[in-house]
């Protein structure tokens, strides 16, 4: 168990450009999370898949925002056109069967 | 809607000075309470879970214990290597994703 892992660890990016973060879970969980997180603030819930299937979206996630999890192993969380208010933690987590998430190191977004 | 309250904001201790971080919590219906550490630039850390209220849980200098209303994280001890943030965060009964409190900010001086 290698637990939940992250890449890229930081990311630098201009305004108006693409990014995408990959969230890799532990091999068994079936369910996988993405939060944001910004200074000062707990994680909030963005999206989450039960294997490949998106189950729940937040009002968060605006339309530039984009999350995939083909063949239900890893995830992808895209952000379009970036915005300066996109800067913040992404954080990714993944699940069991019983109740306990378990969450990788984050992506730190950095929006110039 | 689930709300989560954390208090203080941030709380500075003396290495040996134990004290206690609340959790306040309003869900419809609780399905379990979860307890993370975070330090700075990472991802949170799980500590515990508990399920219903009179349960206790404890790993080395912590112990957390749950009311109908409210959690608290008692801190033993502590140590200058305890200092992170501490987050708190339900799921309710309809399994919708966790929701989180601010956290508190704990900083322990040698």
């Known amino acids: 168990d290698t637990g939940v892992s992250q890449d890229p660890r930081h990311k630098i990016t201009k305004r108006g450009q693409n990014v995408t973060f990959r969230c890799d879970p532990i091999s068994e969980h079936n369910r996988l999370y993405w939060y944001r997180q910004t200074l000062g603030q707990g994680p909030e819930f963005l999206t989450y898949?039960?294997?490949?299937?998106?189950?729940?979206k937040s009002r968060l996630l605006s339309d530039r925002f984009s999350a995939e999890r083909p063949k239900g192993s890893f995830s992808t969380l895209e952000i379009q056109r970036t915005e300066q208010g996109d800067s913040a933690m992404y954080l990714c987590?993944?699940?069991?069967?019983?109740?306990?998430?378990?969450f990788g190191p984050g992506t730190r977004l950095t929006v110039l | 809607e689930d709300q989560v309250t954390q208090s203080p904001e941030a709380l500075r201790l003396q290495e040996g000075e134990s004290s206690s971080l609340n959790c306040s919590y309003t869900v419809s219906g609780l399905r379990g309470l979860f307890w993370y550490r975070q330090d700075p630039g990472k991802g949170p850390e799980f500590l515990f879970t508990?399920?219903?209220a009179g349960e206790e849980k404890e790993k080395e200098r912590l112990k957390a214990t749950l009311t109908k209303k409210e959690s608290f994280l008692h801190i033993t001890a502590p140590k200058p290597e305890d200092s992170a943030t501490y987050l708190c965060?339900?799921?309710?009964?309809?399994?919708?994703?966790?929701?989180f409190g601010k956290g508190t900010r704990l900083s322990v001086i040698a």
């Open positions: 987590a993944s699940k069991g069967e019983k109740g306990t998430q378990y």
């Open positions: 965060a339900v799921l309710n009964s309809g399994n919708t994703p966790l929701v």
């Open positions: 898949f039960q294997n490949e299937a998106q189950l729940e």
């Open positions: 508990l399920y219903s």
